[in-house]
């Protein structure tokens, strides 16, 4: 069952091809058509920057042990384990087959990592694998402003692991693919910090903050979004004017309502299928009309509107909306009280 002695140093070669083709995918995507641009780049900027940096985490798994042939137990998978009788009446556990042709997965390579103690900020990576596998979908010409959040988000992983992991500069490992990261990780950090505080100044009711943080640009897929100017010339504000109030996309130039984006935001949070016996968990808020009054939680996020009775005064169920004329009571004791009422 013995496994091919790997080489490490090809995983490390493929690697940075793979990030420097990416980025290269990264500058034609952004570029217009009169300059040799073109969007359809985008797609496999994702895809060669995602699997560069995947075959990055491979190579440091591979060097952390010093036989090459260990190194390959840990990068390709190995044969299924299946149970065996022992010929005594009882089981033992045996591989079956050889090791397959195929490397780990992100799943796996996080087990490596673990197992080696080498330390990951993995919600991040698992959000980067979403946005790709998210882009897979897309025509790419539609996500040209996602690959640019997807490139900022991968910069400080990727210089943190050069620098932590592989002890190497980052500027000097990755070459020409590097000032092109950093120039453009700086330009969307600064103007992510210029949108928030443009926001701040926009009147967005304060519970409703978390939706508007998770907006993209209806066109483009960008994150990099600021409230139009002409809208707060005129005075008017997210909370009051959500039917009119607008954002504009730094990067695309895209303009549309903010308001119903954030509901968006909220509703998908709280999808459910009731084929599987799910039930709404926001519902219309009876005091702002807005589909933003989260059930459990009893309140509207957009008015701040709360209930007056939150259990009913006889069975301590839990009220709703739709109780709040009851007195008190849930519906069933209602109707008992009416019914009692009516008898006397």
């Not at 080498?118 to 996602?146: F, S, V």
């Not at 599987?276 to 309140?299: K, Y």
Request: hydrophobic share 35%; charged share 25%.
């Amino acid at each position: 069952m013995a496994v091919p002695a790997l080489d490490a140093e090809k995983l490390k070669e493929n690697a940075l091809t793979s990030i420097r083709l990416g980025i290269e995918d990264f500058q034609r995507s952004r570029l217009a058509p009169e300059q040799n641009g073109d969007p359809a780049r985008a797609l496999s900027a994702i895809r060669n920057l995602f699997a560069g940096v995947l075959l990055l985490f491979k190579y440091k798994i591979a060097t952390s042990v010093d036989d090459p042939q260990d190194a390959a137990t840990l990068i390709f998978n190995p044969p299924e384990v299946l149970p065996q009788a022992d010929g005594n009446g009882g089981v033992e556990w045996q591989p079956v087959g050889k090791f397959k042709r195929t490397t780990i997965d992100v799943a796996t390579i996080k087990k490596r990592f673990e197992g080696f103690d080498i330390e990951m900020d993995w919600a991040t990576i698992e959000k980067l694998q979403e946005c790709r596998n998210h882009l897979e979908h897309l025509h790419p010409a539609n996500t040209l402003g996602e690959v640019a959040d997807f490139v900022a988000e991968l910069f400080p992983i990727l210089r943190d692991f050069v620098q932590t992991q592989i002890n190497e500069q980052p500027a000097e490992l990755l070459g020409a693919a590097w000032p092109i990261m950093l120039d453009h990780h700086t330009f969307f950090m600064d103007t992510r910090k210029e949108c928030v505080a443009a926001w701040n100044e926009a009147g967005v009711p304060d519970m409703m903050q978390p939706w508007l943080e998770k907006c993209q640009c209806e066109d483009c897929g960008s994150s990099l979004l600021r409230p139009h100017a002409d809208d707060i010339e005129e005075g008017m504000s997210v909370e009051g004017h959500d039917d009119a109030f607008r954002y504009l996309c730094v990067a695309c130039g895209h303009s549309d309502l903010i308001g119903p984006l954030m509901i968006k935001n909220l509703d998908d949070a709280y999808d459910y299928d009731p084929r599987d016996g799910g039930e709404p968990s926001v519902e219309t808020c009876n005091e702002c009309q807005r589909d933003t009054f989260v059930i459990g939680e009893q309140h509207c996020l957009w008015c701040g509107a709360e209930l007056d009775y939150t259990e009913c005064a006889v069975c301590e169920e839990a009220l709703r909306q739709d109780d709040q004329f009851n007195g008190g009571l849930c519906g069933y004791h209602h109707h008992v009280y009416e019914k009692a009422m009516r008898d006397d």
